[in-house]
């Protein structure tokens, strides 16, 4: 550990301080105003973990708005298993925020509907130009986040009120204007990375055993083993391309990677419960330029190859009528799909405009059969947009 902790430090004394406020769909968005070719977008996050056991995800009432103030820290213990969580927006031209507002903090919905502020996760207000992610686990019974006192990730058991911090420093800096966390089940394993992919690392760690691996930059993870020994993660630009690396705690470099390329524009949802199946949707021209939407079925991927095996039509939910991302898993068949009403401007790449909590914009979630194309409502949610709400089992992200 010496030898990791030496080199982390390093790379934070040499970490550039640059604009990191750039999101990868403008990237990609931009790519396809100057190319004929379509790149994907920004980065899905679905956060699956590679077991035979599935956590299945209880459809939950949408949370009441909450009048902007009324939200109470989070307890020191005893609260219930959380339903998602969303980030806070306080800041309106020619306005003044409401009292008790932090402008880019994180609130956490239990299903019951109780409202909490996670007060010590790093805020926009306290870091403008980083992100701050945040993940809960499949169970809504833990959280992660970046926590400001420790300057490091932490977990939290939301019964016991229990902390566990990372091993390793991570500055701010490190963050990124997209950062992702995958939380395993047990709470034991905690993957980040992020973007853009600048130099100082993306890390795996490990809260029991106080170890910490090096992982690729710019990649997303979507799987993580019961062991956390293997590691899946997805790219999305400039092309989608598929990782794997094993043997992450058997050796002393960073494990043995495969990396395949997947032949298309693709998002993927998280890695099934079986470790192997991938599942996707593709990303289509809307009709004006960097304009995307959904194409209109699920596509099973070859994990070990990037190739598409098979597509299944959706029933019970517009996939073109809409921005599709996919979740976590709620069982053996079904993948989670968020979706949102597309709503095309001349600019995709365009920040949504930033308003008054409680956020605004409808998102719907539906357990959708990847073997027959069958979608149920699950519930329906609102916030500022795909990065700034998180599910149980998946990180705030696209």
Known sequence: MTGLRDMLNDVADSAPRVDLTERTIGLRNRRRRRTTSIVAAAAVVAVALGVTAVVRTQAVRPAPAVAPGTATDLPARGVGPLSHAYMTFCRKPGGKAPAGCVHGGWRVVTRDGTTYRVARALAGARAPLRTSPLAISRDGRKIAYYDTAASTFAVRDLASG???????????????????????????????????????????????????????????????????????????????????????????????????????????????????????????????????????????????????????????????????????????????????????????????????????VPFTAYAVNVETGKARKLATYTAQGFFQLVLPGFPGTL
């Not at 709470?187 to 691996?213: H, I, N, Q, V």
């Not at 039509?313 to 993948?335: D, F, K, Q, Y």
């Open 162 to 360: 229990a902390v566990t911090t990372a091993p390793t420093r991570v500055p701010t800096a490190w963050l990124g204007s997209i950062a992702h966390l995958l939380l395993s089940d047990d709470g034991r394993f905690l993957a980040f990375t992020k973007r853009p992919p600048l130099k100082d690392p993306a890390m795996l760690f490990d809260l029991r055993e106080r170890m910490s691996r090096p992982l690729p930059n710019g990649w997303n993870p979507i799987g993580l083993s019961p062991d956390g020994d293997t590691i899946t993660l997805a790219e999305y630009a400039p092309r989608t391309r598929l990782r794997t690396i094993t043997r992450l705690w058997r050796t002393s470099t960073a494990g043995n990677t495969t990396t395949v390329d997947v032949a298309g524009d693709y998002l993927v949802g998280a890695l099934g419960p079986d470790g192997n199946r991938v599942v996707a949707v593709e990303s289509v021209e809307a009709g004006i330029t960097g304009c995307l939407r959904s194409g209109p079925d699920l596509v099973h991927l070859d994990r070990k190859t990037g190739k598409a095996l098979r597509r299944v039509p959706v029933r019970g939910l517009s996939m073109t009528a809409n921005r599709v991302r996919l979740r976590g898993w709620t069982g053996p068949h079904e993948i989670t799909a968020l979706a949102t009403p597309l709503a095309c401007r001349e600019r995709d790449d365009a920040a949504p405009a930033q308003s008054f909590d409680p956020p605004y």
